[in-house]
């Protein structure tokens, strides 16, 4: 009679913590899923990277989510993958090639007076 009982209450024991393991990891996973971050920002390619002046000096860079800011931090501007350039508020600039890191940096400077 005691191996039974004792058969008996492992059988109830095992599938309650199977239960409570499970409602657990549902818990995690649905807070895991709402802390997931917001899907990322394309990638402005080439023009990403240090922009320098024609004697190789860092004067600025260009971020991989196309924000243009100068060596103190400063933000000048925008760029996408294609080359459209604007300023802070989203005003169109012009257009640079493609992989035109000054180019895009001189018309996102000129726009703020540096």
Do not use: C, H, W
Request: charged share 20%; proline share 4%; aromatic share 4%.
């Amino acid at each position: 009679m005691k191996k039974t009982l004792l058969i008996a209450s492992v059988l109830i024991a095992v599938p309650a913590s199977f239960t409570s393991a499970f409602a657990q990891d549902n818990g995690t996973r649905a807070y895991l899923e709402a802390q997931k971050p917001a899907a990322p920002v394309a990638a402005v390619g080439p023009l990403a990277g240090n922009v320098t002046d024609e004697q190789g000096k860092i004067v600025g860079k260009i971020s991989t989510n196309g924000e243009i800011t100068d060596t103190s931090g400063d933000k000048l501007g925008k760029v996408t993958a294609d080359g459209m350039v604007s300023d802070m508020k989203g005003q169109n600039l012009g257009t640079v090639a493609s992989s035109d890191r000054l180019g895009a940096f001189s018309l996102a400077q000129k726009a703020t007076g540096n």
